[in-house]
Each structure stands twice: as C-alpha cells, then as structure tokens.
C-alpha cells in the first residue's frame, strides 16, 4: 500500500483564492483526520470522519473552511476565501476506527498564502 | 476536555546524552498515549503507545516512555541519543474508547548534535 497519499504538496496562492486539499486515505482505513500544523498551535485537529461521516468539525477554525468525504477513498478540505493566516501545513490521517492504535499520517501539503 | 501539554519546546543535546521529553495530559478518564515523531521532511508517524498493562512502554529505536497516573504524565525517555533523532516530538492522548479525536502537544523539537 502507498500509504496516505495528499496532494498537492506545496500549494502557493494569493489571498480570496480558493483552496482544495486533497486526502486519499489507505484502503480499509475508515476514519480520517485532517490536522493543521504552525509554529504557534502545534497541530490541530480539524475534522475527522467515520464511515465517511463527519463525527467532530469542531476544530475547524471558521465557515470559510469545509471538509467532504464522498467515499471511502477520498477526502477533500477547500479553504474559501484563503487568507494569509491560513498558511500552515495540513495533514491528512487515516486509521481502524475499531482499534484506533495507529494514526498513519500523510505527507502534508504545505499551504502559503501570500 | 483534553489537553497535552508539552513541556520543552526546543531541547539541545549532544550524541550520547541522555533525553527526557515531559508530557502532561489533562483527562478526567482513561486514555491511550502515544508518542509521535516527524524527522525533518517527513510525515509524522508512531513512535510508542500505552493503551494498558506494563506502565513502561518501550518503542522504536531504544526509546521508551513511562505511564504515571498520578502525575498524568507520559515523559519519553532515551538513554543515549543519537545524531539519526534529531526530530520533533508530539505526544498524543485519546480517550480510552473513543472514535478518533487525538489530541496532539505542540511538540519538542529536538536536535542533537554530532
């Protein structure tokens, strides 16, 4: 298995841009994660979803930040408008709901907006 | 609600020396602690877990950490460091049961040098 697969990698974008991050999780895997990552907060769950199903969205910062998961292989987070403060790096992870050992955790992209 | 909370945000040490990273959690309940590591340009992934038994986990390339309920703290350990660990730590606490929702410390970043 590839492992969690995020693309794009690096995204840079101007501000009122929209953003979409893109999440493939491993299969099998029925939940997944979307954490945000900065020198201040450290990281920071988002979102996370079970069975597709989004459980907790507590953590995403406002309106202009949604999460879908259309099915069990792929998951997007679109920023819109982005803003300058939204630069972070965002991770997607995906794991067993039943055991919730391990988080296996994509790559990240690394999202500047200027 | 649960916290982490780590107490070093950058640790120095040279090869051979020894490490401790604390980590407090704050949770009313039982908990699964896990400790994560993102070596430089990498995602992060798991170092060592408790989810019960042996207060005393031992992990991945000579690291250990120890369970201690009355302080709640969960302090990785590691008697000798090497150049290869410099990295950045995160403990993780999840509530025992839960469906998801790993809370993360901000990290130590460690950085050892040769």
């Known amino acids: 298995d590839a492992g969690v697969i995020q693309s794009p990698r690096h995204e840079v974008t101007e501000m009122g841009q929209e953003v979409t991050l893109r999440c493939k999780p491993i299969?099998?895997?029925?939940?997944l994660f979307w954490y945000r990552q900065t020198m201040m907060r450290g990281l920071e769950l988002l979102i996370y979803?079970?069975?597709?199903?989004?459980?907790?969205d507590s953590g995403m910062p406002e309106d202009r930040f949604s999460a879908k998961m259309p099915n069990a292989s792929f998951s997007t987070l679109k920023i819109q408008p982005s803003e300058p403060r939204d630069s972070a790096v965002y991770f997607c992870?995906?794991?067993?709901?039943?055991?919730?050992?391990?988080?296996?955790f994509g790559s990240g992209t690394q999202l500047s907006v200027l | 609600a649960q916290s982490v909370s780590q107490h070093n945000h950058h640790v120095i040490l040279s090869e051979a020396a020894s490490l401790e990273l604390g980590c407090n959690y704050s949770?009313?309940?039982?908990?699964?602690l896990f400790w994560y590591v993102q070596y430089p340009g990498q995602h992060l992934q798991l170092l060592l877990k408790?989810?019960?038994?042996?207060?005393l986990v031992k992990g991945i390339k000579g690291f250990e950490a120890e369970f201690i309920k009355s302080k709640f703290s969960f302090n990785l350990r590691k008697p000798s460091v090497q150049w290869s660990d410099t990295a950045e730590y995160f403990c993780?606490?999840?509530?025992?049961?839960?469906?998801?929702?790993?809370?993360f410390g901000k990290g130590t970043k460690l950085s050892v040098k040769p």
């Open positions: 992870a995906s794991s067993w709901t039943s055991t919730n050992e391990k988080l296996f």
């Open positions: 299969s099998g895997h029925n939940s």
């Open positions: 979803f079970n069975n597709n199903v989004p459980i907790d």
């Open positions: 949770y009313g309940g039982t908990v699964n």
């Open positions: 408790y989810f019960s038994g042996d207060p």
């Open positions: 993780a606490v999840n509530a025992r049961g839960s469906q998801g929702n790993l809370i």
